[in-house]
């Protein structure tokens, strides 16, 4: 910024003795000290809060942005899946009698027979689980 070099800086120095005198001079080098240092730091604030508005800014431009095109991309999704969704919705309706009348569903199992066909009549499918242990007997 300043192009000040050693030669600038060590004649200022022997002015200001001059001038103010060996007894001033120090608690004036630290009231300027005070002072550049109060200028230094409210530059660097001013600085990093301007940066962090704009910041804040182009993050609102963008969601803006985003959001307008996200919203639309959501719409024509679910709008799909609505769709896809009535396609097989016969399919759901139909398996629900069966299901309601406590009839067991008719899908094979690995060889080939379906749950009913394996199942006693009478006896539901789950009947070859063992009955839960009854934690009531004490053993000695």
């Keep these: 910024m300043f192009d000040i070099g050693f030669l600038e800086l060590l004649i200022c120095g022997v002015i200001a003795l001059l001038v103010l005198g060996p007894e001033r001079l120090p608690t004036a080098a630290r009231a300027a000290g005070r002072w550049i ?5 409210m530059v660097n604030q001013f ?3 301007l940066d962090r508005q704009l910041k804040a800014e182009e993050l609102r431009e963008e969601l803006r942005k985003a959001g307008d095109v996200g919203l639309e991309d959501v719409r024509k ?3 799909g899946a609505l769709d896809e969704a009535r396609k097989y919705e016969h399919l759901i309706l139909q398996d629900t009698p069966a299901s309601n009348t ?4 008719s899908r094979p199992d690995a060889d080939g027979h379906s749950q009913a066909e394996a199942a006693a009549p ?6 070859d689980r063992a009955a839960p242990h009854d934690s009531s007997e004490k053993t000695s």
Aim: no cysteine; net charge neutral; charged share 20%.
């Design 37 to 41: 240092g109060g200028a230094r730091r």
């Design 47 to 49: 600085t990093s809060e």
């Design 77 to 79: 999704t679910v709008h």
């Design 102 to 105: 406590g009839g067991a569903p």
């Design 122 to 127: 009478g006896t539901p499918p789950d009947s």
